[in-house]
């Protein structure tokens, strides 16, 4: 037997004991970064484009369609060439190199805004030097991002026993999940008037979004403690090969066809799953009243509540980052038992159920104003998104050759990368033409007019030239037209252009699509011993 083979086997059958510290330490690690990960990521969308929004950046649905585009192209693909290496250079090295460059990242994000000589570029290609600055930002950290995958990914996988792996994936889920949770309420802290008023100024301000951009910086540098007392696993996969050779190796196992076609069908669903990370904080900020949920919130100590409520044009409501942490709760209280429940049934079958429930979800959660049942809806999706989100790395891990386990580990981003590629680009034009408040209040106050603007065909940009009305005074402007409050001129755009269908239709039917094709793909997979699990 060769030493590689020896390897292998080693990393395939991990001994009975000692395998636990490593594993907990893996979770640690992935915890701290989720949690500065989703302390950005679920006001990113508000801070991008939220036309109401102070401090934001105030770009356009398409911009920030694009920008989501270019994210997942370089975190979820970059990853396809960066598993060969985690593979074949060591897994801590990578995560260490990575988590310098995020913390670089987040800071970029935060500063590169307002600087003349990026605006002087920016107008080189038609955009804003704002747009330049976040787009420096999301790359350093998405190159960052995409080291980090298939390190931890990969590490996990090898320290795992073969008959914890339903089981370990679930705890591994759920940890992410404590991560993701506590990220939700690190900006809404940060981000209130509340909060250190006389340093950081009003609600929303530049300030603010700088200092939630920091803490998330800071945080990820706490895993430079958790990797130094780390015990690197060994992948069994050959240290002679040269990085051509590496590149080579991973790029043509992704050609396979069956393993392609299981990658495409899982990006249609990723596609609708992520409209709830990126796409409902925007609709929850326009269309959704929460005020029944911030009058139970109004029991809680008021040092408590200050954060958890604000004032939006004199009605009480709910941080849109408050409301989507219900989805991290749930998988928190859920992901192990569903994991437990799901352990003995194959993992594609687990897929599908999976697949029908985060579409009933989806539909559910944008189909209605009450923010009670947004709530509703994100227990089916999270359901759903318990029996697909660790099962999707199982199944890969469980059919990946045992040399192979960080390049198809790292395959798990390309689905996520098309599907966020897709879903930005698909979000930013539906969203921005025919879903977004401001839009449509200008399409409103153009009707009254009797100017022509058809949504898809005509800009946006050319509809606030006719009216002289920019989208950030869209609603001012209507409210003045109509002498309507906020509210009611919401209720108007409602019911007029009805975008709770416009916007979560379209994504509905691409996820129930997916999930037909994995009954079709599963119920073949059962005459291929290499895919059957």
Aim: glycine share 10%; aromatic share 12%.
């Amino acid at each position: 037997m060769t030493d590689s083979t020896q390897n292998a086997a080693s990393a395939e059958t991990p001994k009975k004991t000692g395998w636990l510290a490593g594993f907990f330490q893996l979770n640690a690690i992935e915890m701290f970064e989720r949690l500065a990960y989703n302390s950005v990521r679920v006001v990113a969308p508000i801070y991008i484009m939220q036309a109401d929004n102070a401090g934001g950046l105030h770009l356009d649905a398409a911009a920030k369609g694009t920008l989501y585009a270019w994210w997942a192209v370089v975190q979820c693909f970059l990853p396809i060439i960066t598993g060969g290496f985690a593979d074949r250079y060591g897994y801590k090295k990578m995560m260490t190199i990575s988590i310098a460059m995020m913390s670089v990242g987040y800071l970029l994000m935060g500063f590169l805004r307002d600087i003349a000589t990026l605006g002087a570029v920016g107008s080189v290609f038609g955009v804003s030097g704002d747009y330049v600055g976040f787009l420096i930002g999301i790359t350093v950290f998405a190159t960052g991002s995409a080291l980090f995958k298939p390190g931890i990914q990969g590490a996990l996988s090898h320290t795992l026993p073969r008959e914890k792996s339903s089981l370990g994936w679930g705890v591994f889920y759920w940890v992410v999940n404590i991560g993701a949770l506590i990220g939700h309420f690190i900006p809404v802290v940060f981000l209130s008037g509340n909060f250190c008023p006389e340093i950081f100024g009003v609600e929303r301000s530049v300030e603010r979004w700088r200092l939630v951009f920091c803490v998330s910086a800071g945080m990820i540098l706490l895993n430079f403690l958790l990797l130094a007392a780390f015990k690197d696993t060994p992948s069994g996969a050959s240290k002679t090969l040269s990085p051509l050779r590496v590149l080579a190796q991973a790029v043509r196992d992704i050609f396979q066809p069956r393993l392609l076609t299981w990658i495409l069908i899982m990006s249609g669903f990723w596609l609708m799953m992520f409209q709830l990370w990126d796409l409902q904080p925007n609709f929850l900020e326009d269309w959704v009243s929460s005020a029944n949920v911030a009058t139970v919130f109004n029991v809680l100590p008021e040092s408590i509540s200050k954060f958890l409520i604000e004032n939006h044009h004199g009605e009480l409501r709910v941080p849109q980052a408050v409301l989507i942490s219900f989805n991290s709760w749930f998988i928190i209280f859920g992901v192990v038992g569903v994991s437990w429940l799901t352990r003995k049934m194959r993992t594609l079958s687990a897929m599908v159920i999976g697949m029908f429930m985060a579409t009933a979800g989806v539909v559910l959660a944008g189909y209605t104003q009450n923010a009670w049942f947004f709530i509703l809806g994100v227990v089916f999706f999270s359901l759903g998104e318990m029996c697909t989100g660790p099962k999707k790395s199982q199944y890969l891990s469980e059919i990946a050759p045992p040399d192979k386990k960080g390049v198809y580990l790292a395959y798990i981003n390309i689905p996520v990368g098309v599907g966020i590629f897709a879903g930005a680009k698909m979000a930013g034009l539906i969203y921005g033409n025919v879903g977004e408040k401001a839009t449509l209040a200008l399409r409103w106050l153009a009707n009254q007019k009797g100017i022509e603007w058809v949504p898809f065909r005509d800009n946006v940009a050319d509809l606030e030239a006719a009216l002289g009305v920019s989208r950030h005074g869209a609603m001012s402007a209507l409210q003045a037209a109509t002498g309507l409050d906020a509210h009611a001129a919401t209720q108007l755009l409602w019911n007029t252009y009805s975008p709770n269908l416009t916007a979560w239709l379209p994504f509905a039917a691409i996820g129930i699509v997916s999930a037909i094709a994995l009954i079709i793909f599963s119920h073949m997979a059962k005459k291929w011993k290499d895919m059957n699990a």
